[in-house]
């Protein structure tokens, strides 16, 4: 089933600016165009843009799914190297998210000890973990 931009923007859930961003970055090939007709693209070019999304909503960047997508199928290994690497970037963030999250609460129960005329605890210890 072939289809013309617009129908392959709409299956896939993005704009057509956004195909051709994909296809101006390298990360989807542009189809020929048979003289004084559109463009047409295959479930390929779907799948393609479905892979970009879902690894986008993953956490990589363009320029790591530009590597994902230069690897073939055979370089597991590659692809596993690339994976392994957001992997550890993940966990480094998730113990950021952990003491972010326990600083907030620390300052979120504050102020319930807190007494009319002080200041907001919440921006002071704000203040104080930069000074």
Not at 19 to 36: A, F, M, S, T
Not at 71 to 76: E, G, Q, R, V
Request: proline content about 4%; overall charge neutral; aromatic content about 6%.
């Amino acid at each position: 089933m072939m289809m013309r931009i617009g129908e392959l923007a709409k299956s896939a859930g993005v704009s057509v600016e956004t195909v051709r961003y994909y296809q101006r970055r390298g990360l989807l090939d542009i189809p020929e165009r048979p003289y004084g007709e559109n463009r047409h693209y295959s479930p390929s070019h779907r799948d393609r843009l479905y892979f970009i999304k879902r690894a986008q909503a993953l956490g990589f960047t363009l320029s790591e799914i530009a590597s994902l997508l230069e690897l073939s199928a055979s370089d597991c290994a590659g692809v596993e190297s690339i994976a392994n690497r957001k992997l550890l970037l993940v966990r480094e963030k998730l113990i950021d998210l952990a003491k972010i999250e326990a600083v907030l609460e620390q300052a979120v129960a504050s102020c319930k000890d807190r007494k009319p005329y002080e200041g907001c605890p919440i921006i002071e210890s704000l203040i104080e973990e930069k000074s």
